[in-house]
């Protein structure tokens, strides 16, 4: 190698050394071709360089220059690292990367007998050993920006703590960031698709052709396949969680996209990061959840415990029960004594109809052997033309021993999920015993104030609410009822007709009188009514038609007498003094023939 040629080969190397040492390995493959072809023009004084891509990595970088070949897709010579190609006019230098030939150099109008074949050949293994440098730099550059993109897109999907946004954004980001690829998702289980997600069921049938997709997500490996006839690549890769694998991302290129193995690579990494996320969300969705039925339970429970009335607390429960399960219908009912199904208060009003009947037996028959709780995704499969498909059904128990049962029902079949049940159970599980003692106090309460025959209210608490009334209320009336020649019916008819007349008489009272106002037996054949806030004239009007309903509707057929008194604020009077003059009138009713109304003003 002359003195020339080698201070040629020194200019080239020192052109490459100033390039690299100046732009600290900021630069682009375009760039670094650019470099290279002008040093090749200006060094070797040629016409033209040009630089002929070869490698896939580079099929979007244009020939710099105008060549004959343009973007090559044939070799017109077996090229081998550091060696340079000529014959004739034509002068290639060929640019490897890791044994890999990337491109070539095209040199035009270069007088090649002006250098040896050792001068091309070392300015050969110069220009590859400037491009490996810096594609190797490039390399890097775009691997350490491609992972500082992961990381802030994963560090986006983990700080999402909804199911359906995770699935949202791991779409937008693969839309944008591959543009021309199509994503689908499989997913594991039943999904509520809100914001038109690409989703596909994930099933085992081999007739709809997704097979790799289900291999995926039971292997957790991801799968590819490429249909040479469509000129099509699939890819599915498993979106997976620490405890399972949560469903399948698969990725569609077609035509000329090619995934590449450090797209592949990518995709793989974002749905493992997302499958973490949608596992961290779903967790977060479960405690957030178990936190709200821990909160009811609780807050329920402590309601009960308060003594309230069966009522009040009977309507908080079924309210509770609506709002959390997004029923239709609750009721709950208790057995009596007796075996008689009771429906308790505050069951919703389908409860109370006698198209309940049907699934109250139904359920009934089915826990109260074995006291297991129902759970029913359609039970028209059972029931047919039932107008609530949707069924649970938990027993409540206490000592073994079937107490009642709490019924949800919805008209949508398979609206409740399992965990629905669960809650149910647990519900009415911590419940039951409140519930229970709540029932027999609220029963030895009607046992202490009714009258046992007649089922009336008995005498000390008739007297207690009207007190109260009379310290609360404007006005009322009192009526006092004595049943006429009762002495001879129990003679003549015996004690049990004696009875059965008291029954019917105070049937035909509780029938005639409004929610508000209150019956009870004052003592033998006596009985009275009290009527907060009417006045005198819709009293006697009332006292006058259970006169003559008693006469019409008894059998054997009795009368009665009625005596009337009446007050108001004005007046200023206490209950004995409105008992006195009741029973004052009831005496002049019964001295004046019976079977009539007497007011006492």
Same mark, same amino acid.
């Given at each position: 190698?002359?003195?020339?040629?080698?201070?040629?080969?020194?200019?080239?190397?020192?052109?490459?050394?100033?390039?690299?040492?100046?732009?600290?390995?900021?630069? =682009?493959?375009?760039?670094?071709?650019? &470099?290279?072809?002008?040093?090749?023009?200006?060094?070797?004084?040629?016409?033209?360089?040009?630089?002929?891509?070869?490698?896939?990595?580079?099929?979007?970088?244009?020939?710099?220059?105008?060549?004959?070949?343009?973007?090559?897709?044939?070799?017109?010579?077996?090229?081998?690292?550091?060696?340079?190609?000529?014959?004739?006019?034509?002068?290639?230098?060929?640019?490897?990367?890791?044994?890999?030939?990337?491109?070539?150099?095209?040199?035009?109008?270069?007088?090649?007998?002006?250098?040896?074949?050792?001068?091309?050949?070392?300015?050969?293994?110069?220009?590859?050993?400037?491009?490996?440098?810096?594609?190797? $730099?490039?390399?890097?550059?775009?691997?350490?920006? #491609?992972?500082?993109?992961?990381?802030?897109?994963?560090? &986006?999907?983990?700080?999402?703590?909804?199911?359906?946004?995770?699935?949202?954004?791991?779409?937008?980001?693969?839309?944008?960031?591959?543009?021309?690829?199509?994503?689908?998702?499989?997913?594991?289980?039943?999904?509520?698709?809100?914001?038109?997600?690409?989703? #596909?069921?994930?099933?085992?049938?081999?007739?709809?052709?997704?097979?790799?997709?289900?291999?995926?997500?039971?292997?957790?490996?991801?799968?590819?396949?490429?249909?040479?006839?469509?000129?099509?690549? #699939?890819?599915?890769?498993?979106?997976?969680?620490?405890?399972?694998?949560?469903?399948?991302?698969?990725?569609?290129?077609?035509?000329?996209?090619? +995934?590449?193995?450090? %797209?592949?690579?990518?995709?793989?990494?974002?749905?493992?990061?997302?499958?973490?996320?949608?596992?961290?969300?779903?967790?977060?969705?479960?405690?957030?959840?178990?936190?709200?039925? +821990?909160?009811?339970?609780?807050?329920?429970?402590?309601?009960?415990?308060? %003594?309230?009335?069966?009522?009040?607390?009977? %309507?908080?429960?079924?309210? =509770?029960?609506?709002?959390?399960?997004?029923?239709?219908?609750?009721?709950?009912?208790?057995?009596?004594?007796?075996?008689?199904?009771?429906?308790?208060?505050?069951?919703?009003?389908?409860?109370?109809?006698?198209?309940?009947?049907?699934?109250?037996?139904?359920?009934?028959?089915?826990?109260?052997?074995?006291?297991?709780?129902?759970?029913?995704?359609?039970?028209?499969?059972?029931?047919?033309?039932?107008?609530?498909? $949707?069924?649970?059904?938990?027993?409540?128990? *206490?000592?073994?021993?079937?107490?009642?049962?709490?019924?949800?029902?919805?008209?949508?079949?398979?609206?409740?999920?399992?965990?629905?049940?669960?809650?149910?159970?647990?519900?009415?599980?911590?419940?039951?015993?409140?519930?229970?003692?709540?029932?027999?106090?609220?029963?030895?309460?009607?046992?202490?104030?009714?009258?046992?025959?007649? *089922?009336?209210?008995?005498?000390?608490?008739?007297?207690?609410?009207?007190?109260?009334?009379?310290?609360?209320?404007?006005?009322?009336?009192?009526?006092?009822?004595?049943?006429?020649?009762? #002495?001879?019916?129990?003679?003549?008819?015996?004690?049990?007709?004696?009875?059965?007349?008291?029954?019917?008489?105070?049937?035909?009272?509780?029938?005639?009188?409004?929610?508000?106002?209150?019956?009870?037996?004052?003592?033998?054949?006596?009985?009275?009514?009290?009527?907060? *806030?009417?006045?005198?004239?819709?009293?006697?009007?009332?006292?006058?038609?259970?006169?003559?309903?008693?006469?019409?509707?008894?059998?054997?057929?009795?009368?009665?007498?009625?005596?009337?008194?009446?007050?108001?604020?004005?007046?200023?009077?206490?209950?004995?003094?409105?008992?006195?003059?009741?029973?004052?009138?009831?005496?002049?009713?019964?001295?004046?023939? &019976?079977?009539?109304?007497?007011?006492?003003?």
């Amino acid at each position: 190698m002359g003195d020339y040629d080698q201070i040629v080969v020194m200019s080239i190397k020192s052109a490459f050394f100033e390039y690299v040492s100046n732009n600290h390995q900021q630069y =682009s493959v375009n760039e670094i071709i650019e &470099k290279l072809t002008f040093v090749m023009k200006k060094e070797l004084s040629v016409g033209q360089a040009v630089f002929l891509p070869i490698h896939d990595m580079l099929t979007y970088v244009s020939p710099y220059m105008k060549s004959n070949y343009g973007p090559i897709h044939f070799l017109p010579h077996d090229f081998i690292e550091g060696e340079c190609y000529v014959n004739g006019e034509q002068v290639f230098i060929p640019v490897f990367h890791d044994n890999v030939l990337h491109g070539l150099i095209e040199l035009n109008e270069l007088e090649a007998n002006h250098y040896s074949d050792k001068v091309l050949d070392e300015i050969a293994k110069a220009c590859s050993s400037f491009y490996s440098h810096c594609f190797n $730099s490039v390399q890097r550059t775009r691997n350490e920006h #491609k992972f500082e993109q992961l990381y802030h897109l994963i560090d &986006k999907l983990h700080s999402i703590m909804n199911k359906d946004d995770v699935l949202t954004e791991l779409m937008t980001i693969l839309q944008k960031k591959f543009y021309g690829y199509h994503f689908h998702l499989f997913l594991s289980q039943d999904h509520e698709n809100l914001r038109n997600i690409p989703i #596909k069921n994930l099933d085992f049938d081999h007739k709809t052709g997704n097979e790799l997709a289900m291999e995926a997500y039971v292997t957790g490996n991801a799968q590819l396949i490429k249909k040479k006839k469509k000129n099509q690549t #699939k890819l599915y890769t498993p979106l997976i969680g620490k405890q399972g694998v949560y469903g399948v991302l698969q990725v569609i290129a077609n035509e000329n996209l090619e +995934l590449g193995d450090h %797209n592949e690579s990518f995709i793989a990494m974002l749905a493992n990061a997302a499958g973490k996320a949608l596992e961290n969300a779903q967790l977060y969705e479960q405690s957030k959840r178990l936190i709200k039925d +821990l909160q009811l339970i609780n807050e329920t429970t402590h309601r009960l415990n308060k %003594n309230l009335r069966l009522a009040d607390t009977m %309507n908080y429960m079924v309210q =509770s029960i609506m709002n959390s399960f997004d029923a239709d219908e609750v009721g709950f009912f208790y057995l009596a004594p007796n075996h008689s199904v009771h429906i308790f208060p505050g069951s919703t009003s389908f409860f109370h109809k006698d198209e309940a009947k049907v699934y109250i037996e139904y359920v009934q028959g089915k826990i109260e052997k074995d006291l297991e709780g129902l759970f029913i995704g359609d039970i028209t499969n059972f029931l047919k033309n039932a107008s609530f498909s $949707s069924v649970m059904a938990v027993p409540m128990v *206490q000592s073994e021993n079937f107490k009642g049962c709490a019924l949800v029902l919805h008209k949508t079949p398979y609206h409740f999920s399992f965990d629905m049940f669960k809650l149910l159970q647990s519900l009415i599980h911590h419940s039951t015993l409140a519930l229970t003692n709540s029932l027999l106090r609220e029963e030895l309460e009607t046992l202490v104030k009714t009258d046992h025959l007649t *089922q009336l209210y008995s005498r000390k608490y008739f007297t207690s609410f009207i007190e109260n009334s009379m310290k609360m209320d404007r006005q009322g009336t009192f009526v006092l009822i004595d049943i006429d020649n009762f #002495k001879m019916i129990n003679d003549t008819f015996g004690h049990q007709i004696g009875d059965d007349i008291l029954v019917q008489v105070a049937n035909i009272i509780k029938s005639n009188i409004r929610e508000n106002d209150i019956g009870a037996r004052w003592g033998g054949e006596e009985l009275a009514i009290y009527l907060p *806030q009417v006045d005198l004239h819709v009293g006697i009007t009332v006292a006058d038609r259970i006169v003559k309903r008693v006469k019409e509707n008894t059998n054997p057929t009795i009368t009665i007498s009625c005596g009337v008194s009446y007050w108001n604020t004005v007046m200023k009077e206490s209950f004995k003094q409105l008992f006195s003059r009741a029973d004052k009138a009831l005496y002049m009713a019964k001295n004046e023939g &019976k079977n009539q109304v007497m007011v006492q003003v």
